[in-house]
Structures are given as C-alpha cells and as structure tokens.
C-alpha cells in the first residue's frame, strides 16, 4: 500500500497555540511568556517531525443497512458512513503521523520545564492536523483532475462512528505500520501524533455540511470558525 512522505507543512505560533487549546489573541495579551514558549516550540519542533501518510484507495460495491461494501469483501459500517459515503464510487482511508521524536522530547522535557514540554506538545498536535489537512488537499485535488467530488474527513469518534469501531475498521483496511503507526487495544494511535481518516470520492457525492457539526464538541468547542 502506497506511503506518502514528501510534506510541507505550514505552521505558525498562533497554530501552536490553537494546539494547546488557547486562544491566541488572548494569550498574547494576558500571557506574552507562554506565546514566547509557543515560538520556541516552533523552532525546537520543526527538525523533529517525520510527516507520514499511508493509504489505501477501494472502490465502493454499495450500502446495505448501514455497512458500505468495498472491493475484496471488505467494509465500513456505521450511521456516518451510510449518511456520506452512500454514492461514493471510491473510498480513500488515510492514516497520517508526524513520528515519534516529537513526543520523545515532550516526555525527556517534562520533568524540567512543564511549559516548554506543554507548548511542544500543543506544537506536536498542530503539526498533526496540518497534515491531515494537507493530505486532504492533496486527495481532493487529485479527484477534481478525474472530475469526482469528495466527502468531508470522516474521522473515528465523531458522531454516528465510534472511536473503537472505527480506528478497528480503518486498520483492516491499511497498513499503517509502514508509517510507523499501530493501534492499542483501546483504540488509541500509537506515536499520538497521529490522526486516521476516511474520504469518499464520486460524482455525486457533496461535501455535506462541515466536520464540526458531527463533532461531540460541537456544544462547546470555540474553534469551530477556525477549523471549518
């Protein structure tokens, strides 16, 4: 199965803050030192990331009672999948990682600088996402070329898909080892750093709404605007 290793990603403080769950603006104004921390994030971060994505595309045999059937009798299933991968023609499952050195550093930091180890970690999470978006982008653009439209990122965990059952589905369908990137029993991504997805491709299907609408917390997140 194909991995994806030639990444530019595009971060910047304000994105490092965001990793932390902070608001910017807020925290240049009340906090000017943890912005500071944020910046040399940034720069002690960048020659520590290893920007993976494996993936593996399948083409979509129909939906039945919530369980979309895919080449090689295998499946997703889930109220999600069936509401936006119903009239997908192909299936792109996506795994992506920036390694594991960064949160090596963030474990080796702790003890000693807790602000330091927690900027490194919110810079860790941004680089994360940067990813995913990027490797989005870049499925995205490569199914305009074909003329197909693309779904939204369906993500393990939100609503209508279960984390376990999910990240379980995901991993049957790639070989996320060979991004380094195995999954515990719980369902959680080992390095953590790292962020699985799903993308249906087809003529007919629409990008229907935005992610955070499915989100668990839609309620109370502050960073929707941002992340849409």
Not at 82 to 99: F, K, N, P, R
Request: some cysteine.
């Amino acid at each position: 199965m194909p991995l994806l290793r030639d990444w530019e990603l595009n971060l910047d403080v304000d994105l490092v803050l965001r990793g932390q769950g902070a608001d910017p603006a807020v925290i240049r104004a009340r906090r000017p030192a943890l912005a500071a921390a944020a910046e040399q994030a940034l720069h002690e971060g960048l020659p520590l990331l290893d920007p993976s994505v494996a993936y593996a595309v399948y083409p979509a045999e129909g939906l039945r009672h919530e369980r979309l059937s895919l080449q090689d009798d295998r499946h997703l299933a889930g109220p999600l999948i069936a509401q936006h991968l119903g009239a997908a023609e192909e299936v792109v499952i996506i795994v992506c990682t920036i390694g594991d050195q960064l949160e090596q550093r963030v474990t080796d930091v702790m003890p000693s600088d807790p602000v330091r180890a927690l900027a490194l970690d919110g810079f860790g999470s941004a680089a994360a996402e940067a990813l995913a978006a990027a490797a989005c982008s870049r499925f995205e653009q490569e199914a305009a070329i074909r003329g197909l439209q693309t779904t939204i990122p369906l993500n393990p965990g939100m609503v209508g898909w279960p984390v376990a059952q999910g990240q379980q589905q995901i991993f049957s369908l790639v070989d996320a080892q060979q991004a380094g990137v195995t999954l515990t029993g719980g369902g959680m991504m080992i390095p953590r750093k790292s962020i699985s997805l799903v993308l249906g491709l087809g003529k007919d299907v629409r990008a229907q709404r935005k992610p955070c609408d499915f989100c668990n917390l839609r309620q109370t997140c502050r960073y929707q605007e941002h992340n849409a």
